[in-house]
């Protein structure tokens, strides 16, 4: 009880399991839910000021994407990542997307590849207005739409449980010190570097870009590491405490 915003959670147009999934991720992104603590489907029933069978219901929905486990009897443990994982994680990807980008280069056409501009347009824009959930869904859709150019559906798909495993926690710390409006604008370098058919610059570009989302990850495990520590006070709300490039 007491570790989340109050939010209004009921439209007409939504289910309540829905809202409340999408509620969590938020509070996992902003750092309101914290790794390694668990929490109890009616402690964050009360909180939304609901019955507990939809709270429950979303936090299966979050430990089906990797964000939340199971605890027997007790609720469930928000999902911590450590260095390692973030390391084998970005490792992967880069395996995966910066030859793929090349190849997206060599075979995607203009119309498709001008088609990602909006989106990469709005990651910009998402980050610049510190919204944090329509930055990480454009982000998603940016890399996710690109990887599909190469028909792969299989390779789309790991990278998407990747992405899941490896989302920033407490990104509003990040989003204060002004660190995701670069990394937002790499999307739009990395399509201008493909639409005028650079292959090697725009794998350069994604190998930076992969870089960077890692660098801000270590940063942000640092400042949190720190702050657990009481070496220094802790940017942004720690309440009680979602990933993305």
Known sequence: MGHLKQRNLVTASERLRDQVAHALRAALISGELSPGEVYSAPGLAEDFGISATPVREAMLDLAREGLVEPV???GFRVTEVNERDLDQYTEIRTLIEVPMTG??????????????????EEIVRAARDHDLIGYLEADRQFHLTLLALSGNERLVETVS???????????????????L???????LELLDLMLAGDVKGAEKCMTRHLGHVRSLWAKNEQAGKAARDGSRPAAGPRAGAGRGA
Do not use: C, F, M, Q
């Open 161 to 179: 449980d990747l992405r899941k495993r490896s989302r920033l926690y407490g990104l509003t710390t990040l989003d204060e010190r002004g660190e």
């Open 181 to 187: 409006i670069h990394s937002a604008e790499e999307h």
């Open 103 to 120: 190849r997206i280069t060599r075979t995607a056409s203009r119309e498709e590849l001008e088609a990602l501009r909006p989106v990469a």
């Open 72 to 74: 027997r009897n007790k």
